[in-house]
């Protein structure tokens, strides 16, 4: 959308009056700032709104709320059993997620006071950081695409056939940690950089949306796993089933508290902050950023001052697929050592949550770094409360689309919630119809 | 029909578009709306014919107070528009075209195209408006598009046509053809109201003129007053009809084309054998009608599009097939036509805008890092030297007005040093404080002894700037003359006469 | 000065040849190779094969046509050598105009003597011979639901609204479909839920679009998101505890009398069920609205340029909503009759069809009877990438499953930048 719209002119006057004591001009400025639509109150009231989203559909489609309801029709009285029941549900679905990835408040009180058992208070914050992990650095790939105007939906795929290569050096090769480690790594960048590039080209060279290329590659990507995880070269030998080799101990991410801790948090968060250092610089920072963003922004001005646009695209869709490749292979090195089946199939796939991650982090790093913990934690702490209410897992993922669409449409997050405008510039999306 | 506007406000946030605008048409009458770019001309017809809402006042169709909610009432109304940019749907027919929107139906919602196409026939003896009803709109040339424009109004039985600057596309000849045809619409009773902002073509039609400024009348004048005073009306000041420039002393040989061919977007040959040399302290005028090639010739030259056959030199270079950043660092300065298509990224910084051509090089950026600082103090040296009026140099490019986001892209590309100025359309929708500007930064370019191609269809500002005009027809240079030919022989090679001329 | 009065006539004749045809061409021309060495020179075990016409499910057909025997070998080589021949054509001529049919036959061609070859390769159980009409009657289900899926982007995108959620629509009239088919038995009634939570679908994509100016392929991306973990989540909710709302049943064919007696066209086109007549019905339909009647030149007009359709009184944004809606709805039947010839809902089971649907909308340069033929040249892909797997062809069945979506890429990439999409599509059109 790159609409042209004449700068908004600040409504009224917010200056807060010259008078009265230091801590009241401040506290008004704060209500003033966190009254109107900055970009973060935005965001934080589309998460907020989402939640409300998905308590509607907990509410509407578990059986025992809408037996509770049903009661009614028999007689009035059971109208507060039914809300307490439909309170009582959502309350301890959410409280599910909440303690399923983030600290237990018992366990946490428990082990404060005794000093034991603190691995197992530690698990699900340990979970969501494992998760978080690869998110952050698949996201940071997708944010840069969108920020140069171009839409990488194949995250997913990029991500498999980084994770399936990366994990093929890891587990093909024998080498000492310091060779092994990052050659894996670069075996992971490599992966989703060949996988990046066939899009890049292609919609470098022929024009081809990169929307539908993506998308049909993230289907032939998975077909390919199913190959290679039931094939010679890579299948577990002396398996029969959908299972890869596992890699060597000197090629994975080691858990960064020690194998006996039994936290899964690794290393990988050194690589993930890498890659929100790099990101940082090269969207800040770099001359090539600098021509990523005018690209995004006006195509027409990146080409006549001298970008060279067909560059530009194959570039990013390199470095989108290598960030992706590199996440793949961050998932397999610091969670289950080897690629099988199922392996970031379908919506809970990270390179499609990635998507929603990057919009919801507005395509910056830090923004990117909350908004994959926030999607971590909602996806790990999903499982808790699937093992815990039965309430599928699935929810997750419908809770951060529905975010995602509450924060794509700032403007309906204002008219819900009246607030007034703040000049703040909409997100760069990446639409331009078939014809570019 | 008598059209009158009492007291028409327009608001946009704080920004007054329309100030108590009032006037009246009378039936036959060719009513002129005079006024300089951004002064409200088009804010108050789209008020007319209810585009956009008027904050207050109110509209009266022969006396009667006649709120105008939407464009289909304001044609059921008898309004019809000739926009300035055509209305037409380029895939579609003239007769598809013309009856949108107010199609004779037949059983099932079926279109009787029959009846349109005959409908179209009547018009156009009755109005001398030939064109072909099965004709699709793109394949048209531009003053048979208008004319179509005209005919869809006339369709839908307009008593008042509203012309927005309807020559701006055209050449003198067409535009001569266009004012018989409004002389022959008033003569049949229509009201017209012609906006513009050239002053020869209101003293030419105009029975009655009014004048705004700053989104208000500042008044009425007939059609006998002269230039200068329009003018000084118009801008509120007097103003310099005509450009101060030193002795024409050309020096060497800087840009030499020859024999240029280049393609359109379509794969048409759009430049057709174009040969020119510019010299050092010269200033050469391109002149010609829109899309007679001048686009694409200027495209090729800064690398923007392949060259087929030909070659451009540079001061000896050889630049035929650089790429636009090679073209641009090789000492090309471009002011490109569409400038907020093409030249400034209006959500990103005037300081990022100060250097979009330049951010590689030194002192901007260093191994691949950008030097911010130096970004910084570059723009603040830009803004103070050409007078860029913004509130920030961080603030975003859109915020900036049309006259100073153009004054970004001359100090951008003058301040590079550059061997050769190519600027196109350089003053298109200015208004004339800014036109003014950029006119004498131009010539100071020029004395200090570099060479500049300037294209522009407007012929004012070809005959103020040019030492030498070229004009473009068809992809071809229909003749290179001295500023001092009549207008009437420079449109005549607009229209594609070709010229033998002694001496040039 | 004298100026001589001689004017000039304008060259304006096309010189330039795309390099796009050429790449076109030399796929071509792989494809044909390719053909030609591995199906035609290639496995020589076995040089026939019988060609049945005799269709499964027509028990008591009046007719029986006796099996065919051809050289699979050499009609392999001619149809390679014929490819070959296309793309040299196209190499050479460079056409201006009927590039991707070429293709689009070269893709048929392809597709005729990798089953030829299937047919006559070893393996545990050789098959040796090729049903065609059964394998016509199979891939007239698949064509069907891209017929709805691409109809479907005929309105919305004629109208310039971009709708990337035919996927989702799919799969939420697949889970209406069959939760209504099961409770009541009637299809009828199925087919209307679908087109209501079709249409729904459109009208949240219409509302973020159109109200709000949000971008259409992102709305349209996470809408498909949500729907697939929503159906997801609802049928571990719904379905596995009540299983009696996913029994699933299929549509039955209804034959129509005396024409499906026609030899091989009779039972692919007239013993069909309901869903497919209605499909026929649609696209008739939707062909005359679009180009014959006041409605379609608006909703034309519209898509193309919007502010030129608001002077005169058009209503751009009502006629959007109301073509996204009706975009929707259509392709939630399409949802519903992709379950009816599946039977009952399955997690995940349109595996991106509604994406390809939208690349048949494209190849079929936006016209009804365009999306018609590259919907039967996707089908046929689809269908036959899995069909050849009963063919115990020595290749894995996960590449032949790569097929159809690579050669949705591969025409998408040959055909955008020719094919010239509705001016307005995608864009946000702003009042001001």
Not at chain 1, 177 to 198: E, F, K, N, R, S
Not at chain 2, 41 to 61: H, Q
Not at chain 3, 132 to 155: K, N, P, R, W, Y
Not at chain 3, 338 to 345: C, R, S, V
């Amino acid at each position: 959308m790159s609409e042209i719209a004449p700068a908004e002119i600040p409504q009224g006057s917010n200056e807060p009056v010259d008078e009265g004591p230091v801590w009241a001009r401040r506290t008004s400025a704060l209500w003033v700032r966190y009254t109107s639509s900055s970009p973060i109150v935005i965001a934080a009231l589309a998460v907020f709104l989402g939640l409300v989203f998905g308590a509607i559909i907990i509410a509407t489609t578990t059986p025992a709320v809408l037996d509770a309801w049903r009661s009614i029709f028999h007689h009035w009285s059971g109208l507060p059993v039914a809300i307490k029941v439909t309170f009582d549900n959502v309350g301890s679905a959410y409280r599910a997620i909440f303690t399923g990835s983030v600290v237990d408040p018992q366990g946490f009180w428990h082990s404060l006071t005794t000093g034991k058992g603190w691995p197992n208070t530690l698990t699900p914050i340990s979970e969501t950081f494992t998760y978080a992990t690869p998110l952050v650095i698949v996201s940071i790939g997708v944010g840069i695409a969108f920020q140069t105007g171009l839409f990488n939906i194949g995250a997913n795929g990029q991500a498999v056939i980084g994770g399936i290569a990366g994990a093929a050096v890891g587990s093909m090769l024998h080498l000492p940690t310091i060779l092994h480690l990052p050659l894996t790594l670069l075996g992971g960048i490599a992966g989703g950089m060949l996988c990046g590039a066939l899009p890049g080209v292609l919609k470098a060279y022929t024009g081809a949306h990169e929307v539908i290329v993506t998308l049909m590659f993230n289907y032939v990507t998975y077909a390919f796993l199913l190959y290679a995880v039931l094939s010679t070269p890579f299948q577990q030998p002396g398996q029969s089933n959908d299972i890869g080799r596992t890699m060597d101990p000197s090629a994975i991410l080691a858990p960064l508290f020690g194998t006996k801790s039994g936290l899964r948090v690794s290393y990988g968060v050194f690589v993930a902050a890498a890659v929100v250092v790099f990101a940082w610089w090269l969207l800040d920072r770099s001359s090539m950023g600098f021509d990523f963003r005018v690209t995004g922004a006006n195509p027409a001005a990146a080409r006549a001052s001298g970008i060279n646009g067909r560059r530009v695209i194959v570039v990013v869709f390199l470095i989108s697929g290598g960030l992706a490749g590199l996440a793949g292979l961050v998932q397999v090195a610091s969670t289950t050592h080897y690629i099988d089946g199922g392996f970031l199939i379908g919506n809970a796939g990270i390179g499609f949550t990635a998507i929603t991650v990057a919009l919801l982090g507005r395509n910056r790093p830090m923004g990117i770094v909350w908004a994959s913990l926030l999607f971590a934690a909602l996806g790990v702490g999903g499982r808790n409360m699937q093992a815990s209410t039965g309430i599928p897992l699935d929810l997750a993922t419908v809770i951060q689309s529905a975010i995602v669409l509450f924060v794509a449409t700032p403007v309906l997050v204002k008219e819900i919630f009246r607030l007034r405008a703040a000049p703040t510039a909409t997100v760069q999306l990446a639409t331009k119809g078939w014809g570019s | 029909m008598q059209l009158e506007l009492r007291g028409i406000t327009k608001r946009f946030g704080s920004f007054t578009a329309n100030d108590q605008i009032s006037l009246k048409v009378e039936p036959g009458q060719i009513h002129s709306l005079l006024g300089e770019n951004g002064a409200g001309k088009s804010t108050l017809m789209n008020v007319l014919f209810g585009l956009l809402r008027p904050d207050e006042g109110e509209i009266l169709i022969d006396g009667v107070v006649t709120p105008i909610n939407d464009s289909g009432e304001a044609v059921r109304r008898g309004i019809g528009m000739v926009h300035q940019h055509f209305m037409l749907v380029p895939v579609f027919t003239v007769a598809e075209n013309v009856v949108l929107g107010f199609e004779p139906k037949k059983s099932f919602d079926r279109i009787d195209y029959r009846a349109a196409t005959e409908d179209i026939r009547r018009l156009s003896q009755e109005f001398h408006l030939e064109v072909d009803p099965d004709a699709v709109i793109e394949n048209l040339p531009v003053g048979l598009q208008q004319r179509v424009e005209i005919l869809k109004a006339l369709s839908h039985d307009a008593e008042l046509l509203i012309l927005d600057e309807p020559t701006a596309v055209l050449t003198p000849q067409e535009i001569d053809a266009l004012m018989d045809i409004m002389r022959s619409l008033a003569a049949a009773g229509k009201s017209i109201l012609f906006i513009t902002h050239k002053l020869k073509e209101v003293k030419a039609i105009a029975d009655v003129i009014t004048v705004i400024r700053h989104g208000q009348v500042v008044g009425t004048a007939e059609p006998s007053a002269s230039e200068s005073e329009l003018a000084s009306l118009m801008v509120g000041r007097d103003v310099q009809l005509t450009v101060t420039k030193s002795t024409y002393d050309p020096g060497d040989e800087v840009l030499e084309v020859r024999d240029l061919v280049v393609l359109d977007d379509r794969g048409l040959v759009a430049v057709n054998g174009v040969s020119f040399d510019v010299r050092a302290g010269e200033v050469l005028a391109l002149a010609g009608v829109q899309g007679n090639g001048q686009t694409e010739l200027v495209e090729a030259l800064v690398g923007m599009r392949p060259v087929v056959s030909g070659s451009i030199t540079l001061k000896g270079r050889d630049i035929t097939h650089l790429s636009p950043r090679d073209a641009l660092d090789a000492g090309l300065g471009h002011i490109p036509e569409d400038r907020q298509r093409d030249g400034l990224v209006l959500s990103m910084s005037v300081a990022d805008n100060l250097v979009l051509n330049t951010p590689r090089r030194a002192p901007f950026a260093r191994r691949g890092t950008r030097n911010l600082a130096a970004v910084k103090e570059n723009a603040q040296r830009l803004v103070r030297e050409f007078d860029i009026r913004t509130t920030s140099i961080e603030a975003p490019a859109s915020s900036l007005s049309g006259g100073n986001q153009q004054k970004v892209i001359v100090a951008r590309e003058l301040s590079r040093n550059i061997e050769f100025l190519v600027a196109s359309q350089p003053t298109r929708g200015l208004d004339v404080g800014s036109i003014e500007y950029v006119h004498r930064q131009f010539i100071e370019h020029r004395n200090r002894g570099n060479g500049s191609l300037i294209v522009s269809s407007e012929l004012d500002e070809v005959l103020a700037l040019g030492d030498r005009i070229a004009v473009m027809f068809e992809g071809r240079i229909s003749g290179i003359v001295d500023p001092t030919t009549s207008r009437e022989d420079i449109g005549l090679l607009m229209a594609g006469h070709t010229t033998e001329v002694a001496g040039v | 000065m004298s100026l001589v009065s001689t004017t000039p006539v304008a060259t304006t004749t096309p010189i330039i040849k795309s390099a796009r045809t050429r790449v076109i061409a030399v796929i071509m021309a792989v494809i044909g190779l390719f053909s030609f060495v591995v199906f035609g020179l290639g496995s020589t075990v076995r040089s026939h094969a019988a060609l049945s016409f005799t269709p499964l499910n027509l028990v008591n057909a009046p007719w029986h046509l006796g099996s065919l025997t051809v050289a699979t070998r050499w009609t392999d080589i001619v149809l390679s050598l014929i490819i070959v021949a296309l793309a040299a054509e196209v190499f050479i001529r460079q056409p201006s105009r009927g590039v991707m049919p070429r293709f689009g036959i070269a893709a048929i061609l392809f597709l005729v003597t990798l089953l030829f070859w299937a047919a006559r390769t070893d393996g545990p159980s050789q098959v040796n011979s090729v049903n065609v009409t059964s394998i016509l009657v199979g891939c007239s289900a698949t064509v069907m639901v891209l017929v709805f899926g691409s109809l479907s982007g005929v309105m919305c995108e004629r109208a310039g609204v971009v709708n990337i959620a035919i996927e989702g629509q799919f799969i939420a009239g697949a889970f209406l479909g069959s939760m209504i088919a099961s409770t009541t038995g009637n299809f009828f009634y199925a087919a209307i839920a679908g087109a209501v939570v079709g249409g729904l679908i459109g009208l949240v994509l219409a509302f973020f679009a159109l109200r709000y100016q949000s971008d259409q392929i992102i709305v349209g991306i996470v809408l498909v998101t949500m729907l697939s973990s929503l159906s997801s989540y609802l049928n571990l909710q719904v379905f596995t505890p009540f299983p009696n709302f996913n029994t699933g049943n299929l549509a039955s064919n209804l034959a129509i009398p005396i024409l499906s007696k026609i030899p091989i066209i009779g039972p692919v086109l007239f013993n069909q069920s309901a869903f497919f007549y209605l499909m026929i019905v649609l696209v008739a339909v939707v062909s005359f609205a679009l180009f014959k009647t006041r409605y379609g030149l608006h909703v034309r007009a519209v898509g193309e340029h919007p502010r030129a359709a608001a002077t005169v009184g058009i209503n751009v944004v009502r006629v959007r909503y109301i073509n996204v809606v009706l975009g929707g709805a259509i392709a939630g039947i399409g949802g519903v009759a992709f379950m009816a010839t599946q039977g009952q809902f399955q997690v995940g089971y349109t595996s991106g069809l509604g994406y390809i649907a939208l690349a048949a909308l494209i190849f079929g340069r936006w016209r009804p009877s365009g999306a018609v033929v590259a919907s039967i040249i996707f089908g046929l892909t689809v269908y036959l990438s899995y069909e050849l797997v009963t063919y115990q062809v020595p290749v894995s069945l996960y590449f032949l499953q790569m097929i159809p979506y690579l050669i949705t890429i591969g025409v998408v990439a040959g055909l955008i930048g020719r094919v010239r999409p509705p001016a307005a599509d995608g864009q946000p059109y702003l009042r001001d």
